[in-house]
């Protein structure tokens, strides 16, 4: 019987020619009825959601994502991806960039070490940066430019750190991803009259 190691990587033969791409929050309000003054409280959830849409191809291609679907069994397996319209970053960064202190779960700064010229804008509002690999892998926006002063700087990110992370631990920028897991059990795809294969999925990001 095959057996897989997730989470699995996407096929990357074929872009998508749409997504929806979300950071989905949890906050309670509550309104008074006499004065209309309001109150709130925000749970801990925030999760990314994305739902993506593949252009119509043949079965050479779509046999690569029919196999990865079906390999994901339903939504027991777990695969990598983010933002597919985000995934170069704006700033400047480049090299190696290390975490310079432990984070911890509810942090939403991460101070790093880069190697770069005062003054360089690194990483830019709307950067996408990738904390731990594999099953561990967790997805961060970067909320504010970041500037470098000797060879260092602190990233404003959001959401919150989901799980610790050691000091010294790599930052990736350039495939920056989350762990997901299929929205439903169930795939199925479309095919016309010239063989053209279509497919939509939705996913949401798995803690």
């Not at 925000?42 to 739902?51: C, N, P, Q, R, V």
């Not at 849409?53 to 029919?66: C, E, F, G, V, Y």
Request: glycine residues 8%; proline residues 4%.
């Amino acid at each position: 019987m095959a057996t897989y190691t997730y989470p699995i990587s996407m096929p990357t033969n074929v872009g998508f020619v749409s997504s929806n791409w979300k950071l989905e929050r949890q906050v309670a309000v509550t309104e008074s009825p006499f004065t209309g003054q309001q109150s709130t409280y925000e749970y801990s959830k925030a999760l990314w959601k994305g739902t993506f849409t593949l252009p119509p191809m043949k079965r050479s291609d779509a046999s690569q994502w029919q196999s990865f679907f079906l390999k994901l069994h339903g939504r027991k397996g777990t695969f990598l991806a983010g933002d597919p319209d985000a995934k170069t970053i704006q700033g400047a960064a480049s090299g190696t960039i290390t975490t310079t202190s432990a984070l911890s779960i509810g942090d939403d700064t991460v101070p790093i070490s880069i190697t770069a010229s005062n003054g360089t804008v690194a990483f830019k509002a709307g950067d996408y940066i990738q904390l731990e690999t594999g099953a561990d892998a967790k997805l961060y926006m970067v909320v504010n430019d970041a500037t470098v002063s000797s060879n260092a700087t602190t990233l404003d990110i959001e959401p919150y750190i989901k799980d610790g992370v050691a000091s010294g631990a790599n930052v990736d920028y350039t495939s920056a991803n989350a762990v997901f897991r299929m929205d439903i059990n169930d795939i199925s795809w479309d095919a016309d009259h010239a063989s053209k294969y279509g497919f939509t999925f939705s996913c949401t990001e798995d803690l």
